[in-house]
């Protein structure tokens, strides 16, 4: 899986290359030298070829141990880093999806709850279908909008700032680098700028203004990180959790390189174990 900071650790194969060489052509001069009939240089040779063949097989097995480390250190701060991001995700995911929930709710005369489409055109839909409503019921519509994103704003603003809170520690062990500083800061940003516009819970038109721009900025910046920007492409079903469980993971492979074979082996294997055994 795609990750923005994937094995942070790594291995120095020049500098043990760099030793190898040195120590190989250490070894040539002293085999250039044995053929000296002087008792000294015949010592001497015997000693630099010892300490070469010594220390290459002292560097390659500190090399295999350095990849072992590294290896062992990577997948630690792999599982760390998932581990630090991952509610930071589930309420991104939460936030953009609610559009087809509030979709479907809101307007139940148009049965939405049999489609699929990305978070973007959920949103769109709602807009559009709220905008032919009377006044009357526009007003009675926005408080529910109101409360269930601010709800959810406030979710993620949450996890944003847990993470704000352990920043030099994920600094320190490579966990946070400018381009996720960069990407933390414009959802920070961008939340904090929804925040402020669900304060003004009387005026409907900047409301959808507002909305307009913030899912505008939400879409680029869910693009820019790299774990997520397969969250654009993702077809929400409201409320259908096994749905959208599997155009997740199709949009997931999709994003991680997998080929349309491979999909298709994967997703014919899901389908014979959802289909009951023949009486």
Known sequence: MKQTIKNPHKVPHIKYILLIILFFATLSISLAITGCEKQFWVV???VIKNLSY???ASTLVAWFIDCASVRSMNKKANGLYEAVYL?????IAKFISSW????????????????????????KVSKENFCKLDPD???ELFIFFHSEIEYI????SESIEEIY???YLLTINDLLNNKLKSILTDFKFEFYALHLDLSHKDDIKRFWEHMDAITSDLEKYINNWEDISYYNKI???????DENSIETYKAMLIHNGCSESKMNKIFGKLNCKKRPDSL
């Open 235 to 241: 077809l929400w079903k409201p409320y259908d959790l």
């Open 165 to 167: 809170k352990q920043k």
């Open 44 to 46: 001497f040779s015997d």
């Open 87 to 91: 509610d930071l995700k589930f309420q």
């Open 100 to 123: 087809s929930e509030l979709c479907a709710v809101a307007f139940k005369d148009e049965d939405y709850y049999e489609e699929k489409k990305t978070w973007t055109e959920w949103y």
């Open 153 to 156: 704003e406030k979710k993620v």
């Open 137 to 139: 019921r526009q007003v």
């Open 54 to 56: 010594g220390c290459v």
